[in-house]
């Protein structure tokens, strides 16, 4: 059963970068499934960021797309999620999760890693 | 962007009873929406995809019916494990986008 555990900083100044992690376990990241990141602002509905293959290819939600670089690390089997320049509209609840190529319901997640952007 | 609209946001139940969840979708889905449990801290679970269709591993109370901009979520009997946050996702057209959430609480 694959699993999922993101990491990463609770605690972000603003303007300064927001990095995380996913580590993906009981599964290959190389076996044709999507790799994505969705978060929680407070209060709202989760919010898809974008996903990753693990051939590099991704896609982004249109208004995160310049601001957003999720990459991917076959050799570790993780996948990370970069977002510069927080604001406090970026503190949520990040989650990792995984999709099978032709269906795109989420079949796995993380737990969840709160970040708070503050200074 | 799809607008999933889900409702209520709260309520309140008691064990035994039947519970129903709708997410309204602002444009057709067909069938493409799957559904999720979520407790405080841990991962969410996905219970439902194809708007009926059981996970494997999820217990048959859960249920899920509906197509094109109504779907619902009904789960029968509830046990004390099933107080929760349910949400629903749609997945017809990227960005893939999700209901606000309903609270399942004891009365």
């Known amino acids: 059963q694959v699993q999922l555990q993101e990491s990463g900083p609770g605690l972000v100044k603003p303007s300064e970068t927001l990095s995380l992690t996913c580590t993906v376990s009981g599964d290959s990241i190389g076996n044709g499934d999507h790799y994505h990141w969705i978060r929680q602002q407070p209060g709202k509905a989760p919010e898809w960021i974008g996903n990753?293959?693990?051939?590099?290819?991704?896609h982004y939600r249109t208004p995160l797309r310049s601001r957003v670089t999720i990459s991917v690390d076959t050799s570790k089997n993780q996948f990370s999620l970069r977002l510069p320049s927080v604001t406090a509209a970026d503190t949520a609840v990040y989650f990792c999760?995984?999709?099978?190529?032709?269906?795109?319901?989420?079949?796995?997640w993380g737990q969840g890693i709160p970040i708070t952007v503050s200074s | 962007d799809i607008q999933m609209t889900q409702s209520p946001s709260t309520l309140s139940a008691s064990v035994g009873d039947s519970v129903t969840i709708t997410c309204r979708a602002s444009?057709?889905?067909?069938?493409?929406v799957a559904w999720y449990q979520q407790k405080p801290g841990k991962a969410p679970r996905l219970l439902i995809y194809k708007a009926s269709t059981l996970q494997s591993g999820v217990p048959s109370r859960f249920g899920g019916s509906g197509s094109g901009t109504e779907v619902t979520l009904t789960i029968h009997s509830l046990q004390p494990d099933d107080f929760a946050t349910y949400f629903c996702?749609?997945?017809?057209?990227?960005?893939?986008?999700f209901g606000q959430g309903t609270k399942v609480e004891v009365k």
């Open positions: 990753i293959l693990y051939t590099g290819v991704t």
């Open positions: 996702q749609q997945y017809d057209t990227s960005p893939w986008t």
């Open positions: 999760a995984i999709t099978s190529s032709i269906d795109f319901y989420f079949y796995s």
């Open positions: 444009q057709s889905i067909s069938k493409w």
